[in-house]
């Protein structure tokens, strides 16, 4: 559905708003069937196009603005990706520290 492709990500505010109306096709609705599923009724009918209108107004044009404001990403080789992911330092051992001194706050 290409909804977090590069096309959609920046600079084609076109392609974001048809990346993101594909994505919201598919899944607002199977998000309502699993809704009704799990509760055992189905909605009434001015929920679901209320509810269906708002996230289609709100995530489309979430996603349009946000392309308008951002720039295309460059597209980079891998020689390229491979020299921009040496600049980070860290290994596993520090990413496990921080995650249990984030689960020691709770």
């Known amino acids: 559905m290409g909804g977090f492709s590069s096309t959609a990500q920046g600079g084609n505010t076109g392609a974001a708003a048809t990346a993101a109306a594909k994505t919201w096709a598919v899944g607002v609705p199977l998000g309502l069937v699993l809704r009704s599923i799990s509760r055992g009724y189905v909605p009434a009918t001015s929920f679901l196009g209320v509810s269906m209108g708002v996230t289609a107004v709100l995530m489309i044009g979430w996603r349009t603005a946000l392309a308008a404001v951002t720039p295309q990403a460059e597209e980079l ?23 249990m001194s984030l689960v020691k706050r709770w």
């Open 77 to 99: 080789n891998p020689a390229q990706l491979a020299a921009k992911r040496r600049n980070k330092s860290g290994n596993f051992l520090d990413g496990l520290q921080m995650v």
